[in-house]
């Protein structure tokens, strides 16, 4: 279950992003940092209290617009297995405008704050392909020729799919 990024395996695994081993979690936050549903609900509620206060501290200092689509931010990941979450905001899919670019400038800069931080496996989501609606088929695409094509120093690159149309569609982009 491998391709390679300039260093980094790329894995995929089918499961639960907040019971992940690795040393930053991606994620897929709203604008307002303060939580909310799939993903984003999942990884607050599974780390507790402390990444909601690190939150709320980002917005009452840099962020106090929230953090804006393609951008990306880290917090502790509380009482997760991880050490930091790595927040990005994906956007909501339209077939009116492409918005590739924003979506790529997720995986690109939650790498670079992998980078920053020193985290060398890296636990990422299916970006926007929940309630912001962006078809998994490009939203797999987009996800794994960023990061083929990213300049990181992360070593494993792990794709967590919550179902099996999701893992199946990364395995097919990855030609497993």
Not at 41 to 53: K, V
Not at 136 to 159: H, K, L, Q, S, Y
């Amino acid at each position: 279950m491998t391709g390679i990024s300039n260093s980094a395996e790329i894995t995929l695994v089918r499961g639960d992003i907040t019971e992940q081993v690795v040393d930053a979690i991606v994620n897929a936050a709203n604008s307002s940092l303060l939580g909310g549903g799939g993903v984003d609900g999942a990884i607050h509620r599974a780390g507790g209290p402390a990444i909601l206060e690190d939150c709320r501290k980002l917005r009452a200092s840099h962020y106090g617009r929230g953090l804006g689509t393609g951008q990306a931010v880290a917090t502790t990941a509380g009482r997760l297995s991880a050490d930091w979450v790595i927040h990005t905001v994906g956007p909501v899919w339209s077939a009116s405008e492409d918005r590739s670019e924003l979506l790529a400038s997720c995986y690109r800069e939650s790498l670079r704050v992998a980078d920053e931080l020193g985290a060398r496996a890296v636990a990422f989501p299916a970006i926007s392909t929940g309630i912001y609606r962006w078809p998994i088929d490009d939203g797999a695409r987009i996800a794994i020729d960023t990061v083929r094509n990213a300049d990181t120093d992360v070593t494993e690159v792990r794709f967590v799919l919550f179902d099996e149309r999701a893992y199946a569609t990364f395995a097919a982009e990855l030609g497993q």
